[in-house]
C-alpha cells in the first residue's frame, strides 16, 4: 500500500523531471562529452592550502569550522571584490560587504527566483537555455517566455517583442530576463558589446531585472568584453552571479552583485536553504583567489583552449557539413545542431553513441517542459517550441587526444544520420 504522505507529495514533484544532466553523470564512458565537468583542478595547490589552514588551525578553527555570516565571510568577499574590480572594471556599489556568498551559483539562480516569482510570473530567456535555471521557472510556478538565439547568443529584438507580446497579451510585464553572457551553456556562444548594451537598455527601459549568469567569465581565451553589470551604475537593473566551479574547484561556492532593493529579501531566503556557504571552503577558497588562481587560470586555459581545438577540429573534419556549429571562444560547450528537424539527438545517443562509448547532453533538455515562445516572424504568443535535432558537446572534462578520438566516432555516426 502506498503511504498517505507519498501518495500527495507536492505538486511540482509530479510536473518536474529528473534532471538530464544529472542522470547522465552517472554514465561511465571513455568518451565523456556530457556534464560541465572541469578537466583541470588545482589539486596541488590545494594540498599547499590545506596545509596552511591545518596549521593554523588552532586559532583559526573556531570561526571556520563554525556558523558564518548568512550572506558570506568578509575577508572572502573583499578579495572577490577586488578582483572584479581589477579584471571586470566593476565597483561593488557600497563596498564588498554587498558581495553575496552562495553554495554554488545554483543556489542563487534558485534564491532569486523563489524570491521574485508569484504565480504565472513571466521570466524571458534563450531558446535553448541553462536548464538548471529554466526548469526551477517551472517548479516555482512561473512562466519560461523563451526567443531564439543565434551563434552570438539571445537576440535583443526579439527580447524586445516577447516583452511587448507578453504585455499585450499577458497583460503583464516579466519579471526578469535571464542570460549567460559568455560561453553560454548550453552554446557556447559569446554576446558581443552592442547585444550587451541593447539588453540593458531594454531592460532599464522596461524596468525589468536582467539576471547575468556569468558562470564562465574566467575561462575565456581571448580579451573578455566587459560584463553586463558594468553598465548598470545605479545597481538597479543587473543581477550578476558568478562562480568559483569552473574557475577554481567545485566547492559549491557561488559569488553575486544584487540590486539593493531584492539583496535583504534574497538573502533572507538563502538563510532558509542552507543557513550558511560552508565557513571552511571559503577559507580555502579565499587564500585561492588572494595568492593562486592567476598562475594556476594560465596553465589551465592551455589546457582547456587545447581541448577546445581538438573538437572544433574534428567537427569540421568528420561532422556533417550541412550542421551548425557554435565556436565557442571559452568555456566548456559546443553546440552542435543537425540540418534535419526530425533527428532527434536524445533516442541517437541512447541507440547510436552510448554503445560506441560517447555521452553527450541531447539539447532537448534544455528546453522548458512547458511555456510560451516568440520567433522572429511571430505576431502573437505561441506554446513551447522544442527542438530534437541539437546537442551540447563539452570539452572540459577529457584529454585532447580523447576528444579527437571519440568526436571522430561521433562524427562518423552522425554523417549516417545526415
Ligand atoms: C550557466 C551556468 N550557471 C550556473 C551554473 C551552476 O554552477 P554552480 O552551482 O556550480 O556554481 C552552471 C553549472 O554548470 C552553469 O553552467
New binding site residues.
Given amino acids: 500500500m502506498v503511504p498517505p504522505y507519498y501518495d500527495s507529495l507536492a505538486e511540482w514533484t509530479e510536473i518536474v523531471p529528473e534532471s538530464e544532466i544529472r542522470r547522465l553523470l552517472l554514465y561511465n564512458v571513455k568518451y565523456y562529452f556530457g556534464g ?1 565537468k572541469p578537466g583541470c583542478l588545482p589539486i596541488d595547490t590545494f594540498k599547499t592550502i590545506l596545509r596552511q589552514i591545518a596549521n593554523n588551525l588552532d586559532t583559526i578553527g573556531i570561526d571556520i569550522l563554525n556558523y558564518g555570516p548568512t550572506s558570506g565571510l568578509l575577508s572572502l568577499k573583499e578579495v572577490l571584490g577586488e578582483r572584479m574590480r581589477r579584471n571586470d572594471g566593476l565597483t561593488i556599489p557600497r563596498g564588498p560587504d554587498d558581495i553575496i556568498i552562495t553554495t ?4 542563487m ?1 534558485y534564491a532569486l527566483l523563489d524570491t521574485l516569482l508569484r504565480p504565472n510570473d513571466v521570466i524571458v530567456m534563450a531558446r535553448p537555455s ?1 536548464l ?2 529554466v526548469v526551477p521557472v517551472t517548479k516555482l510556478g512561473g512562466n519560461v517566455l523563451t526567443v531564439p538565439s543565434d551563434m552570438d547568443g539571445i537576440i535583443p529584438e526579439h527580447v524586445e517583442k516577447a516583452i511587448k507580446l507578453c504585455k499585450k497579451e499577458l497583460n503583464r510585464i516579466p519579471k526578469a530576463i535571464y542570460v ?1 553572457s559568455e560561453s553560454d ?1 548550453p552554446k557556447g556562444t559569446t554576446l558581443p558589446e552592442k547585444r550587451r548594451k541593447a539588453l540593458f537598455d531594454i531592460a532599464a527601459e522596461n524596468e525589468i531585472l536582467l539576471i547575468e ?1 556569468a ?2 567569465r574566467e575561462i575565456q581565451f581571448e580579451k573578455a568584453i566587459p560584463p553586463i553589470k558594468k553598465f548598470d551604475k545605479e545597481n538597479k537593473w543587473v543581477a550578476y ?1 558568478r ?3 569552473k574557475e577554481a574547484a ?1 566547492l ?1 561556492l ?1 559569488y553575486s552583485i544584487l540590486p539593493d532593493e531584492i539583496m535583504t529579501p534574497v538573502i533572507k531566503d538563502k538563510g532558509y536553504l542552507d543557513l550558511c556557504t560552508p565557513s571552511f571552503t571559503q577559507k580555502i577558497l579565499e587564500i585561492y583567489y588572494k595568492y593562486h588562481i592567476d598562475n594556476v587560470l594560465a596553465d589551465n586555459l592551455k589546457i582547456y583552449q587545447k581541448r577546445r581545438d581538438a573538437m572544433k577540429k574534428m567537427i569540421d573534419a568528420y561532422f556533417p557539413s550541412n550542421g551548425s556549429s557554435s565556436t565557442p571562444t571559452g568555456g566548456f560547450f559546443f553546440w552542435f545542431q543537425m540540418a534535419k528537424e526530425s533527428f532527434d539527438s536524445g533516442k541517437f545517443m541512447e541507440e547510436k553513441a552510448i554503445p560506441n562509448d560517447v555521452l553527450y547532453v541531447p539539447g532537448k533538455a534544455f528546453y522548458p517542459i512547458k511555456g510560451y515562445s516568440v520567433n522572429a516572424g511571430d505576431s502573437i504568443l505561441h506554446g513551447n517550441r522544442i527542438k530534437t535535432n541539437g546537442m551540447r558537446i563539452s570539452f572540459s572534462f577529457v584529454s585532447s587526444q580523447t576528444i579527437l578520438e571519440g568526436m571522430e566516432i561521433l562524427g562518423k555516426l552522425l554523417q549516417k544520420e545526415a
Avoid: E, I, K, M
Avoid at 554554488?104 to 543556489?107: H, L, P, V
Fill in positions: 560541465g554554488g551559483s545554483q543556489q539562480l541553462y538548471g535555471f549567460v551553456n549568469d558562470a564562465y552571479l562562480t568559483s566551479s567545485v559549491r557561488g
